[in-house]
């Protein structure tokens, strides 16, 4: 009988925490919400899972010598997150951006979401319960960036143990975008600006295409080395993708490459959410937080696409402003799907992947900043 | 600015303010940027077309064996094309699917060669 | 016990029977948790049918182009249909090949969008 | 002449010891079986050449700075085998083992194997010229689980040095299972008892395949922490599977991500098989000890099969009871050859696999319990 | 000789003449063995013919739904053909595609088997 | 104004230094020829973007911690160059070497081409600019092997700090093929002697095709054990493919590994080719070195073509010997296309192949042979 009651002490039935029980909980929760409502499954399954097995008491995988510890290694150094970007930037058609290169400014207005999100978060520090290091601040505000290789590398880099909380609201909001835009779409547009139908993109060549992600890498790395990773290796994705030559290398980069990689980070991702990491005031911050980015960020992406309506006489729908915030091309699709309602005839969605994918290079931009401040 | 520990409001806004700053600057420029490829390649391409270094394998061919339209039969062609496209990095739009012919009864040796290529180059056929 | 080094016949057994017992107790009670899965979502699924998600591409495209039966025409079909079970995760018994049509000529420009969904989404066309 | 002759010496041919002779013609022996028989070529080729290159003198391959020493990292560490099973996982059909939960029983019966194995082990060590630690003997008895992977995560855990020998008998016996299982499942079962016909499977929907993985996770890795990393694995593998939401996660796991696994794993493993480590006493117990695990798990899954046979009022056939060692899914085939040999119009193999992949179950809880005493 | 600093002509010299020599040994050698190859394996061969282990899921299957023929169809047939042999392992020359028909109504139960060889063997129908 | 003073610094556009842009320059130079002329895509994009990269001011992707400085730990450790050779042997058919086995002794003779640039390289290391240790100049020597992953690996283990010069001038010279290769190869022959028509190739039988890599791998090593790493890999390879039992093995390692493999190696060997490194005299001699070199391999290729036409009285055509440097199948095209330019009936492909694949197994044992004697 001994020795069954040390068995049964070395069960998880026996050790289990209330914190763990919770974030078993939590991981169900989002497994079936990937499962059963699509949201982001190809990263919230691992991540969910993640989760799961990091808070199974005396399990131990996270520990050095358990396997997702060694696994983790590539997320600790910020080795996944570039990997995915290059195949991100595989599998990206940046053609609608070069068309129309003035809608890359709505790109970059949409950041504003991940600044205020920053003041936003020190001010909580300011609050009692709440503590936010300046780099623990910068790494819940680039959840505003709405994409997710970018947010998991800066806080990869600034603030590894909030990994857990901040990928999970990021990927969870960039689900909930056609829930959280649309409203804000409509109260900051009138029912005449959201009809307007904007002219065809012209033709954009094989050059121009090739040409882009050089230029754009040689021109923002000089400008903020710190977002060399990034950048770096999603422009060379991109010309592997464009230049034509190398279609095995686009190929693979597009699908083993990237599904390796995404199980991997997934996985590691959600094993920083252990409960003590995870059950605290900061993550329920974070939480807010993030709703508060992909707000403020979505409604100065379409306030300056008022603007631009107003300065180009109304020749710009404003709803394509709210692409601006990444979460490529969920984004785009509710920008289509809210201008189509008001007009049958409108098809915005070419539009709006131009600010949608000026957003991935803006929030990489913000990030090598944040990281440039606080790395 | 010390900025490891918590920082001060005022030094939240500046970091904000500045940032927004680059970021509309770095997006500016790469706009003006893109502006001038408009001038300078898209019209230099209609005068010197690119020479196609791969050429598509299948731009116009079309598949189209009977009459009797099935349901959903879209679909199926979609996804041949998709793989298709995806084996040869056409993009889907110069896919047509039109017809399956008789296989060429004898290939020719090199394409044993072609097997061969590895990492030196991938299968083209010639 | 100290099991690190050489351990008697005595510690053998009881760490036998005990695992014994440990792996025949884990999987009778997920037996128990199985016969529970009949009666909790067996039936429930019959009154709610589960959404489907992710439609299938093909639910029941049938290809047959001509009468003429040829030798081993089976297994190309069955590997075709493999190829798109494996491209579409429909399984191949939900699979039937019945006839090869024309391509849609215009496709629609967010085709063009589905290109772009890399990690957030795969391709699948609504 | 002088450097012809130092250069004669620094050549594998001069220094090639007796030892380093005999394990390169063991390895030309394998790789025959592999190729010209079929046995686990998937395997066997990779360990058999992976034997080849650490037997070559002088190559120090297996030595700090040694390719197969970087690659071998993998093995050590105890990553490469999980991620197998996350394909395994993800290759996986439960549906069967749902479908009649009854069946799970004899994939816990024929672990049986794995312990008298464990038993045989402990009494050897007791001869003068072998010596089995007790995590030397778990290791070797836990071929009986007739699993692969779990053979290799526990052995990389508890006795690493045994890798070679336990992986060569363990794919062995596993690509010998048509010729090993028959006589036994012949001489415990009656002629009455192998013609048994069992009714047609219930639908499985597909609700309760997604709902499966997790329940199955998260209740043994409660019971058994330290089957976390497999059972894990195995079952994050068959919820990207059977959550349908993931099919390219779901491909490339399968394909990709498990091949380029398999040959780094076989590659390592066989690298384990160095002379000097294989050629002892030990390796000669080990493929004696494997032969009885084989043999008694499969008796041990006939017998308790009779049992249920008894108890279903002879609707459940014995010969199912052999499919519990694991194998997957040669043993099922086994006994749907064996059942259709007495009657040519039965059809054993679905049933069968439901106690084949409860095998693969017990074999990780098993491994579990194991590395609990030794790890 | 110490080789870690500059080395002298005479040395690289006597270096370039031994490696040299062992490079033509050591490919003279092959050379010899390969000679023998022919004596040895190829004659047995015609003798005791290798049983295949791996049958080839379509040695004779030909695709040829109608007469009628477009531009460029050989190549899109040679895309699905090495699409098959690179699914199935069989060399292109040996792969004709003839026709395609209905697929088998019910698959065998087996199939489903098949899906679950994991590591342990590929898909091989039989 | 402080702060953009300080902003300003810390740009590369402040603290690009000359070097930087020159490299800068030579990168997009490698890019518009691999995208626009073709030249060896595969490999030069990834090296040439790494190149742009690594010479960002500031951007510190090669220091420790940084993205590139993780990844080049593959390249560093000599593990991709091995990993590639797998891949490169599963898609290799040795076929036509098997069939005409004196072919091979061409692929020897070409060899020569290494060794005639070791004497040069330490002939320049006599100049006053120049320097070679002797470990550096059969890293240089390596580059007439023609062959990418055998000069990878032989340099990243006896002079990694010239990887970057290295793997520019030997992919690059592989891409001029046809340009260097004809002048000579018809300078060296008559038109007599190219007009030769051979005779067709035996068939060759599976047997043969599967025992030849274990004979080979078994031979050689044992010569040579410092050849072990490239060899074995190339011959499990070509076993692998051979086999024709484990045909998804040969599917993934020809494509999913060799692809993600050449991306990690071509980036991070570019990432070697960082400005102070690379703009040295060294860099031009190697550069001038590697055009010896693949002459000279040329020229003793086609002379020895021409000794074997006189002993074989005149069924050898000595155009074949050329293709003896690797650079498979570039030089086998070459000389097809110049033996049909004299003889438009004849057709020497396969002819070609054999000393094509036998120049692959010469080199990497000349590089055995430079490891064993500097590594
Ligand atoms: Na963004
Ligand atoms: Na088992
Ligand atoms: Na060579």
């Known amino acids: ?375 | 600015m010390n900025l490891q520990d918590g920082i001060s409001l005022g030094e939240a806004i500046f970091i904000t303010l500045f940032s927004m700053a680059i970021v509309f600057v770095t997006l500016l420029v790469i706009s003006f940027i893109l502006a001038g490829f408009k001038s300078v390649f898209y019209k230099e391409e209609k005068k010197v077309p690119v020479k196609k270094e791969v050429p598509p394998i299948s731009d116009n061919a079309v598949v189209d064996s009977t009459e009797e339209l099935v349901d959903n039969d879209e679909e199926i062609v979609a996804v041949i094309a998709s793989a298709i496209a995806a084996q040869t990095g056409e993009s889907v739009e110069n896919i047509y699917i039109r017809n399956i012919r008789r296989v060429p009864q004898n290939s020719p040796a090199w394409a044993v060669a072609g097997r061969q290529e590895g990492i030196h180059n991938n299968f083209n056929r010639r």
């Not at chain 1, 290079?361 to 944040?370: D, H, K, N, Q, Y």
């Open chain 1, 1 to 375: 009988m001994d020795i069954l009651q040390k068995f049964w002490e070395s069960t998880g039935f026996a050790s289990m925490t209330g914190g763990e029980f919770i974030m078993i909980i939590i991981a169900l929760v989002f497994i079936y919400l990937a499962v059963k409502k699509g949201y982001e499954p190809y990263l919230l399954i691992p991540i969910a899972f993640g989760m799961l097995l990091v808070n199974m008491p005396e399990a131990g995988l996270m520990e050095d010598g358990g396997l997702l510890y060694y696994l983790y290694q590539g997320t600790d150094k910020g080795i996944y997150p570039p990997l995915i970007f290059l195949c991100v930037g595989a599998g990206t058609d940046f053609g609608p951006l070069i068309a129309n290169p003035k809608s890359i400014l709505l790109g970059a207005a949409a950041q504003f979401g991940i600044f205020f999100t920053f003041i936003g978060a020190i001010l909580l520090d300011k609050l009692p319960f709440v503590s936010f290091s300046g780099a623990e601040a910068a790494a819940t505000a680039i959840i505003g960036g709405a994409d997710g290789p970018t947010a998991l590398f800066l806080t990869s880099k600034l603030a590894p143990d909030l990994l857990g909380p901040i990928a999970i609201a990021a990927y969870s909001y960039m689900a909930l975008v056609p829930i959280i835009q649309p409203p804000i779409m409509k109260a900051l547009t009138t029912k005449e600006q959201r009809q307007v139908k904007m002219e065809q993109l012209r033709h954009v060549s094989k050059t121009e295409k090739v040409v882009f992600p050089i230029v754009v890498a040689l021109f923002t790395i000089l400008l903020l080395p710190s977002a060399a990773a990034l950048i770096g290796m999603l422009m060379l994705g991109n010309l592997i993708r464009e230049s034509g030559v190398v279609p095995k290398l686009a190929e693979t980069t597009q699908n083993s490459l990237m599904y390796i990689v995404t199980i991997l980070l997934g996985i590691t991702v959600g094993a920083k959410a252990e409960a003590e990491l995870f059950l605290t005031t900061q993550t329920l911050s974070i939480i807010a937080l993030g709703l508060v980015a992909f707000s403020v960020g979505t409604a100065t992406g379409v306030l300056f696409g008022r603007l631009m309506y107003k300065l180009s006489g109304g020749k710009i729908n404003p709803l394509i402003g709210a692409a601006g915030v990444s979460a490529v091309p969920m984004a785009a699709r509710v920008a289509q799907k809210v201008g189509q309602k008001e007009n049958p005839s409108n098809f915005l969605l070419m539009h709006a992947m131009g600010p949608n994918v000026a957003g991935v290079i803006g929030s990489a931009v913000a990030a090598g900043l944040l990281l440039m401040f606080f790395g």
